[in-house]
């Protein structure tokens, strides 16, 4: 005996293996063919890549099935990027960026609330994003750790309020493993530009969710990832407020988005 049978591991791992092999008797893989996968497996590991290869090919499919048709705010993927441990912000809040972060600033306003809609205050809002330039801190060479990443909470009213810059359409890396695949399938690696976020309090189930911006090209021909829901495409608009300007930093008029989540307690 090696380990302990574990019935769910058997009976996913069992079909999932008996999946592959109908695959390789429809397309009579060869020796060699199967000679190359293996090669590129291992160099999908070799190159730290296994979490993107996972999160673009499985986490929507998973993602769908744990949060679809339940009431409240929809979630999407977390992707591969989210680092735990962003630094808790102060209000204003204001995301960390470079001084001359590329990138059209904007004032996002979120709030939260529960099913019946009532306010949810000291909900934690954890934040990542690219950047204009469509990289991830701690990911991509260059950039600064914690850049456009950090910990917020909402206020007495549910609401938050963070200056940030607007991401672009991103691509995931071409020139590891898991681009050279969805080349050789003749697709392409483009996401829409997205904000992620992850929402937590004591009592509710956690929403890990993105959202998207409306005329983005990505939205009409197709995410790489497939995460896109219609419920997480924002409206971006313009403020001419000089005050709000003032408090953030901002000059008018200024780019604003926002959006009201809706938690569900917790199981
Ligand atoms: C990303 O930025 C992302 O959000 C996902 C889900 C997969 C790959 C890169
Ligand atoms: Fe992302």
Redesign the pocket.
Known sequence: MTGERNERVAAVAEDLIESAKEVLHRHDVTHSEYRAAWRWLIGLADSGEIP?FL??FF?STVERLTNDRKPGSEGA?????YKPGASRLEPPYVLPMRDDEPGEPILFTGSVTDLDGRPLPGVTVDWWQ?GNDGT?SGIAEGVPEWNLRGVMETDAEGRFQVRTIRPAP?H?PDSGPTGELLGMMGRHSW?PA?F?VMLSKEGYETLVT?LYFEGDPWLEKGDC?D?VKPSLIIDIGKSEDEQLAGSYGLRTPFLTAGYTWQLRGAA
Do not use: F, N, S, W
Request: aromatic share 16%; charged share 15%; net charge negative.
């Open positions: 993107l999160d673009v986490e993927v977390q992707g591969p990027y690219a991830y991103y995931i996401r997205h992620h993105q990832v995460a």
